[in-house]
């Protein structure tokens, strides 16, 4: 069965340091991944996939994942976090079918310091 | 991103009402879900429609009902709620291919408080 597992329910950055959002996967299949990220008050918005191809994957904002096959991971980077980037994110895997279904992680609330 | 609207956006109810929570979207996608956010938990998949037929219903209490009248819209009917259905309820959207690969779009989601 296809799991998604975040490491940290709350991470703290000072503004301009490193961003590092951790996600480790489970799948029997060659996996579909995604992060997303949620601001308050609001639904969840695409940051980045990953599909096939290229396994380093940038997407809005600055930020960035890395596929590790070997690692099973899809960690989350930004080189120096903004206090706009404070929000809730999501690492999810597509599974299934025609990939109906999309199992997410718990979810690492980013908290940016000034 | 505007194209998936959930009305209303807060709902307060008592355990002995019944209440609809409405989804529209504008995006020509063709499957639509309805998530549970509650805190503290992992986002929760209640119902999958896909070309306006229920493919997925992860065990939801019978006290929530889907119907998926047309592929733009999506609704969720509530009744006899219990105090922990209360939780933000979230529409999501997705042009649905073979493999997985779509982004879900959601909607800004309707918080549920259940007295």
């Known amino acids: 069965a296809q799991s998604v597992t975040q490491l940290g329910s709350h991470v703290s950055v000072s503004e301009g340091a490193l961003v590092l959002l951790r996600c480790n996967y489970s799948?029997?299949?060659?996996?579909?991944l995604f992060w997303y990220v949620q601001y308050p008050n609001q639904g969840l918005q695409l940051l980045l996939k990953y599909t096939t191809g290229a396994t380093l994957v940038k997407g809005i904002n600055g930020f960035e994942a890395e596929f590790k096959k070997s690692e099973t991971s899809f960690h989350l980077t930004k080189p120096s976090a903004h206090m706009s980037d404070a929000a809730e994110y999501f690492c999810a895997v597509s599974v299934g079918t025609g990939g109906f279904k999309t199992i997410f992680g718990a979810g690492t609330r980013l908290f940016v310091k000034a | 991103e505007t194209g998936v609207t959930q009305t209303p956006r807060h709902l307060v109810m008592g355990m002995t009402n019944k209440k609809s929570l409405k989804c529209e979207q504008h995006l020509g996608h063709n499957a639509m879900y309805w998530y549970k956010q509650s805190a503290k938990k992992p986002l929760e998949l209640m119902f999958v429609?896909?070309?306006?037929?229920?493919?997925e219903n992860n065990s939801v209490p019978s006290r929530f009902s889907p119907e998926c009248p047309n592929s733009s819209h999506l609704f969720l009917h509530l009744h006899t709620l219990q105090p922990e259905d209360s939780a933000l309820y979230l529409c999501a959207s997705r042009k649905a291919r073979a493999g997985g690969a779509d982004t879900q779009y959601f909607g800004p989601g309707t918080r549920l408080t259940v007295l």
């Open positions: 429609y896909s070309l306006e037929e229920r493919v």
């Open positions: 799948s029997s299949v060659p996996p579909y």
